[in-house]
C-alpha cells in the first residue's frame, strides 16, 4: 500500500470528484500511513486507529466535493482524522483534560540536559507512555503543527488550558528523558 | 539546550510515522464506498478451492487401500458429475455466446478452479472416497456460482442498455 505514484494530490482529487475508485485508492496510498500514525498517537491503539482512518477516509471521499482547496488535502484530511480520534477517546469516556487542568505551569521552559542521547526510538515510547489528554495536546501541538488556538478549537477547550495542558505533559515527558538543571 | 526536544521531534519529524497501516484496511473503505466485497477480493476462489485440496491430500496421505465403500463413492459420483458438467456447459455457452461482457477476471478463476478439479478427479481415480467427491461436487458448485453471477451481471447491463435506448 506504500507504493509511490506518479500522479499529483490535485489531479487524484479530481477525478475523485468524478467517482473514480483508481484515484481515490492513489489518494488513499499517499496519505494512509501519516493519517494511521496521526490517530495511533491520539487514541494509543492500533485497532481504533485503524478504525478512524478508515472512517476519515470514507467520509474523505463522501464529502470530497466540499474540498475548495484552501488548505492542502493532506490538511483537510488530518483535520478529519484527529477530530475522529478525539471522538474515540471521548467514547472511551476518558478525561481528556484531567482536573488539576487549571494548574498553570510557567511557559517558560527549564533549560533540559538529558540523561542519554536522545532517540526517535526513546521519545516515540515516552510519548506513547503519557496518558491520553497529555499525549493528545503533546502530539497535536509537537508532532501535527496545530497552535493553541486550533488545539483548543479540537479540544473544545480555552487556549490557556491548552497551554497549560502542553506544559504539563512537557513537564512528564521530561521526567522520562531528562534531568532539569 | 532549550527547546532540544522539540527540535529533535522537528528534525526527525518523519521517522514518527513509523507504523504501518494494516492491509485490510483499505478492503473495508473499498467495500463501504464502492461495494466490493471484503471477503471474496483478497481470497480468491481457486485460493479456497487450494486449501481444500491440501487438507483432503493430507487426509488421503493416511488411507492405502481401496474398500468397496471407495468403489461405491466413485461410481455415484459419475452420475452427479455428468449432471453438473451439463449445466456448466449449458451456462459457459451462454456467456461466451456474447462478445461484450468482460471475461478476464471470471475466466482466471474459472481456469484455476478447473486445474484444480482435474487434479481431484485424478484423485478420484486412484482413490475414490466420499471426501473427494465431496470436493469434487463444491469444485463445480463453485464453478456454477460464478457462472450464475456472471449471467446475473451480463443480464443488468442487458437491462440497463435496453432502459437506454427507449429512454
Known amino acids: 500500500m506504500n507504493q509511490a505514484t506518479s500522479h499529483l494530490p490535485e489531479e487524484l482529487i479530481e477525478r475523485c470528484k468524478q467517482g473514480d475508485e483508481k484515484a481515490f485508492q492513489d489518494l488513499y496510498k499517499l496519505y494512509a500511513r501519516a493519517m494511521f500514525n496521526v490517530s495511533y498517537r491520539i487514541t494509543g491503539r492500533e485497532e481504533e486507529a485503524q478504525d478512524v482512518l478508515q472512517e476519515s477516509f470514507i467520509s474523505a471521499y463522501r464529502n470530497i466535493s466540499n474540498y475548495r482547496g484552501d488548505s492542502t488535502f493532506g490538511s483537510w484530511l488530518k483535520r478529519i482524522v484527529v477530530n475522529r480520534s478525539i471522538n474515540a477517546l471521548r467514547a472511551r469516556r476518558m478525561e481528556l483534560m484531567p482536573e488539576d487542568s487549571d494548574f498553570d505551569v510557567k511557559e517558560e521552559e527549564p533549560q533540559e540536559i538529558y540523561r542519554e542521547e536522545l532517540t526517535v526510538d526513546k521519545v516515540k515510547k515516552a510519548i506513547m507512555a503519557l496518558p491520553d489528554g497529555y499525549r493528545s495536546v503533546l502530539s497535536l501541538y509537537l508532532l501535527e503543527g496545530y497552535d493553541h488556538e486550533e488545539i483548543a478549537s479540537i479540544l473544545n477547550i480555552t487556549e490557556s488550558t491548552s497551554k497549560s495542558q502542553l506544559n504539563r505533559a512537557k513537564a512528564k515527558l521530561r521526567e522520562r528523558l531528562t534531568t532539569i538543571v | ?167
Open chain 2, 1 to 167: 539546550m532549550k527547546n532540544e526536544l522539540r527540535n529533535f521531534i522537528q528534525y526527525n519529524r518523519t521517522s514518527f510515522d513509523d507504523k504501518e497501516v494494516p492491509p485490510q484496511a483499505w478492503a473495508k473503505i473499498q467495500q463501504q464506498l464502492f461495494g466490493k466485497s471484503v471477503f471474496w477480493q483478497p481470497i480468491r476462489y481457486w485460493q479456497v478451492a487450494a486449501t481444500l485440496f491440501f487438507g483432503l491430500s493430507a487426509f488421503l496421505l493416511l488411507q492405502d487401500k481401496l474398500s468397496p465403500k471407495q468403489q461405491l463413492a466413485g461410481k455415484e459420483f459419475a452420475q452427479t458429475e455428468a449432471f453438473y458438467a451439463q449445466q456448466i456447459a449449458e451456462k459457459t455457452n451462454m456467456i461466451y455466446s456474447t462478445n461484450d461482457s468482460d471475461l478476464n477476471g471470471l475466466t482466471q478463476d474459472f481456469q484455476q478452479l478447473e486445474a484444480m478439479y482435474m487434479v481431484l478427479k485424478e484423485e478420484m481415480k486412484q482413490r475414490p472416497s466420499e471426501q473427494v467427491k465431496d470436493a469434487l461436487i463444491l469444485n463445480m458448485l463453485v464453478r456454477i456460482n460464478l457462472l450464475n453471477k456472471q449471467l446475473q451481471k451480463l443480464d443488468e447491463t442487458r437491462q440497463v442498455k435496453k432502459s437506454d435506448v427507449i429512454s
